[in-house]
């Protein structure tokens, strides 16, 4: 266990140094900020489609990269025999999963932040649904400056210093988006909607959540398989209260059901759009709903991986 920290360091940079990881950020980075573009058009219902279309995309990317970072760092160490490196020192396989399992939620947590950011400020410029709406141009700068002085700075930091720019503009990003929105916080007439961040934290427990569904799945098949089931077994927690609902009393549904990861307790409307708080009560239920669910994924995911013939570990 004393190894955690050091593998959790370098899973971690592995995976923010990935081109799919920054791609993803800045796509969905620019979707969120283009939503009053999709939602002016709507009959002065748009603030509510836009949270609605920018939650449900930091929700649909948050899972898009914890399963491609998880299938990258465990099943693909797997192809590439680095994991055979590792495992041929004195390393439980245990720790290694749950080194992967620590990075991944780390890295997540730099897909929320910006994300999150950007929407909080998008929700500051308005949306121009009528000739007479309240629409601040100028907080545009707010929210393209941290993209665009974190890609120089990046930049700048490759060619000088030859630093990844990939992990470098991920950090800068991080740090300017913040820095960006406490300044508008401070120089704005009305407060930010800081207390958006509540129900996002609720996201990133999803994307979580599917973690080690992942590396159970990245340790029998490649990207392609590990996403595809992984966002079948997403559709599936999505409306397994539909589906097993009036059924629960059968023990063998029962525990069908149990096996499902349930991914509606997280997605909860009215915590954003009606401006409702997250009680405390029900943050601490849905985190040990997801302690204990990852915990027995991952041990499972270790008793395969135990009797899989990788050289070397214990």
Known sequence: MRALPSLIQISFQNIIRQSFFSIAIVGAYLFIVSTPAFTMFTFFDAEKLLLDMSMATILLVGLLVSVLAT???????????????????????????????????????????????????????????????????????????????????????????????????????????????????????????????????????????????????????????????????????????????????????RIVYSLIPNFQVFWIEEFWTKEKSVPISYFWNVSKYVFLYCMGMLFLTWSILEKKEVSGGR
Not at 121 to 143: C, H, K, N, Q
Not at 159 to 172: E, Q, V
Not at 213 to 218: E, G, H, K, P, Q
């Open 71 to 253: 299938s990258s760092i465990v099943g693909g160490e797997m192809e590439e025999k680095t994991a055979t490196l590792l495992l041929s020192k004195p390393l439980s396989r245990f720790t290694f999963l749950l080194a992967k399992f620590c990075a991944v939620a780390v890295a997540l947590i730099f897909v929320l932040v910006p994300l999150t950011c950007a929407l909080i400020m998008t929700l500051r410029v308005g949306v121009p649904e009528a000739v007479w709406s309240d629409v601040e141009y100028p907080t545009l700068w707010f929210i393209f400056l941290p993209l665009i002085g974190a890609v120089v700075v990046a930049a700048l930091a490759n060619y000088y210093a030859d630093k990844s720019f990939a992990s470098s503009f991920i950090i800068l990003l991080n740090i300017f988006v913040i820095l960006s929105l406490v300044i508008l916080d401070f120089m704005g007439k009305a407060s930010l909607q800081i207390n958006l961040f509540y129900p996002a934290i609720l996201l990133w427990m999803a994307g979580i959540l599917i973690c080690p569904v992942a590396s159970l799945l990245a340790l029998r098949g490649r990207v392609f398989f590990t996403l595809t089931f992984s966002f079948l077994i997403f559709a599936l927690g999505l409306t397994s209260n539909w589906l097993f609902g009036n059924i629960l009393h059968n023990p063998g549904v």
